[in-house]
């Protein structure tokens, strides 16, 4: 960070550089239609670190089961907690994940009792303060971030807000790669079963021909010779359309109707 002449220049410069280090953080966290998952999130924990250090930072997604399984952390510490979490689902990311809300938890007083098997945890750890931001999108709660430290910690000890501003980011950038590879999923899956049809109405016009029959009978064909022979249906259309297999061979089939 530069020098400056007097206070004044001085924390206008800080905030000129605040302001920069957001905006690159914002336009980190919205590039994320084609990051790898896991990438995304670890990415996700280091520019809340930046803001919020020295206290250690992790984050708990849910996953397909819409369990919270999926994490990443800035220190092994708060990576194991989050291992201890996600398999008793319980803690400071759990619960802000149930509620949609933030949290401001004293771990040394507040929580034995809503947390009796994970606060010793994490006081083993070291830590005695924690709060959680849930990670949510127009009503979409994907999980928390969980912002722990070794003193106590409050809204006012750090820039909390903008730690918020940066998880609302993070859930719409989540919620944008999720819908991203829904739809590319399906767009694969449409696809490849447009080319198994393309490719069995192929096999089906060969064998027609090849058995002077109809495209169902030629159809009943592949069927019954694949289910005879323990082989996928496209497999043998593909055989059939390549010239390994004729209609002669389909037709010897146990149970094949011959033309």
């Known amino acids: 960070m530069p020098e400056y002449a007097n206070p004044e220049a001085r924390d206008s410069g800080r905030v000129a550089t605040k302001a920069f280090w957001l905006a690159e953080s914002l336009i980190d966290l919205a590039d994320s239609l084609e990051s790898d998952e896991n990438d995304y999130r670890r990415r996700v924990v280091q520019r809340i670190s930046d803001l919020v250090e020295p206290a250690d930072v992790g984050l708990l997604i849910t996953g397909n089961a819409g369990r919270l399984t999926k994490f990443a952390a800035q220190t092994w510490r708060t990576r194991h907690l989050l291992r201890i979490e996600s398999r008793l689902q319980e803690g400071p990311c759990t619960a802000s994940h149930r509620t949609g809300q933030r949290l401001e938890v004293d771990l040394d007083s507040d929580s034995d009792r809503r947390w009796p098997r994970f ?13 959680a931001l849930p990670l949510a999108h127009q009503g979409d709660i994907l999980g928390a971030v969980s912002i722990m430290a070794t003193y106590r910690i409050t809204d006012a000890d750090l820039d909390i807000d903008l730690a918020a501003t940066l ?3 993070a859930a719409v950038g989540m919620t944008q790669a999720r819908v991203y590879r829904t739809a590319t999923d399906r767009a694969e899956m449409l696809q490849s079963t447009l080319d198994s049809r393309v490719l069995l109405e192929q096999a089906k016009g060969i064998l027609a021909a090849q058995a002077q029959t109809s495209p169902d009978e030629a159809y009943e064909l592949m069927r019954r010779y694949a289910q005879d022979h323990g082989q996928l249906l496209q497999d043998v259309a593909k055989a059939t359309i390549g010239g390994r297999l004729h209609a002669d061979a389909l037709a010897a089939s146990p149970e094949s109707p011959r033309a």
């Open 167 to 169: 998880v609302e980011a």
């Open 119 to 131: 606060t010793p945890e994490a006081r083993g750890a070291g830590f005695v303060s924690v709060i």
